[in-house]
C-alpha cells in the first residue's frame, strides 16, 4: 500500500504540474508585450551578437562651419578623425550644412562661433551649435 500511496501522490502531484503550466503558457500568451521581449530577447538579440553586428560609429559623416578659422577651431575639427568619422567638408553657412543633412550627405552639421578660441582659452561657456539627422550610407 506504501508505493500504492507514493504513485498515487506523484500522479496528483503530475497532474497540479500539468494543470499550473498550461496555466502559465495562457497567461503569457495574452501578455503581448511580454511575448514579444521574450521573442526579441532571445531570437533578434542573440542573432545580433553573434552574427558580428558593430554599434560602433564608422565613418560618420559630418560638415562644419568654422567662423572662428582659428588654430583651435581647426584643431578641434581634425580631431575626428577616421575611422569614426569622415569630414564632407568645410561649409559656408548654416542653410548649406542643413541642405548636407536634408540630402542625406552628412549626419552632423557644426558651427563653431567667432569667438571659439577666445571662449577655450579663457574657459568660458561658447556653445557649439550641432544638428544631427539619422543614419546614412557611407
Known amino acids: 500500500m506504501n508505493h500504492l500511496s ?3 501522490e506523484f500522479v496528483v502531484w503530475l497532474r497540479r504540474l ?4 498550461v496555466k502559465e503558457w495562457l497567461q503569457l ?5 511580454l511575448l514579444c521581449f521574450i521573442a526579441y530577447a532571445f531570437t533578434v538579440d542573440v542573432y545580433l551578437a553573434g552574427s558580428g553586428v558593430s554599434l560602433q560609429l564608422n565613418r560618420a559623416a559630418f560638415a562644419v562651419h568654422d567662423s572662428d578659422h582659428s588654430f583651435a577651431s581647426r584643431e578641434l575639427v581634425y580631431r575626428f578623425q577616421p ?12 542653410r548649406e550644412g542643413m541642405k548636407l543633412l536634408d ?3 552628412a549626419i552632423k552639421a557644426s558651427t563653431l562661433m567667432p569667438a ?19 543614419p546614412i550610407s557611407p
Open 6 to 8: 507514493r504513485f498515487s
Open 18 to 21: 500539468h494543470v499550473m503550466i
Open 29 to 33: 500568451a495574452r501578455d503581448l508585450v
Open 83 to 94: 575611422p569614426h568619422f569622415r569630414l564632407v567638408g568645410e561649409v559656408a553657412g548654416a
Open 103 to 105: 540630402d542625406g550627405k
Open 116 to 134: 571659439f578660441a577666445n571662449s577655450a582659452r579663457t574657459f568660458s561657456q561658447s556653445p557649439p551649435s550641432a544638428a544631427i539627422t539619422g
